[in-house]
């Protein structure tokens, strides 16, 4: 039941590919423009 309850709770991280899955490191958003920094 525990597990159960953790799962809802804290559920499993998804993984994925910042360069696949994010927008380009620099977007328009609401006609401004914006510079991703990613972080390790």
């Known amino acids: 039941m525990e597990q ?3 799962f ?3 559920p499993p991280r ?3 590919n910042p360069k ?3 927008l ?3 977007f ?3 006609s401004r ?3 991703r920094k990613d972080l390790e």
């Open 8 to 10: 809802i709770i804290r």
């Open 28 to 30: 328009m958003l609401k």
């Open 24 to 26: 380009d490191q620099e």
């Open 4 to 6: 159960l309850i953790n």
């Open 33 to 35: 423009w914006y510079q």
């Open 20 to 22: 696949n899955d994010l």
């Open 14 to 16: 998804a993984e994925y």
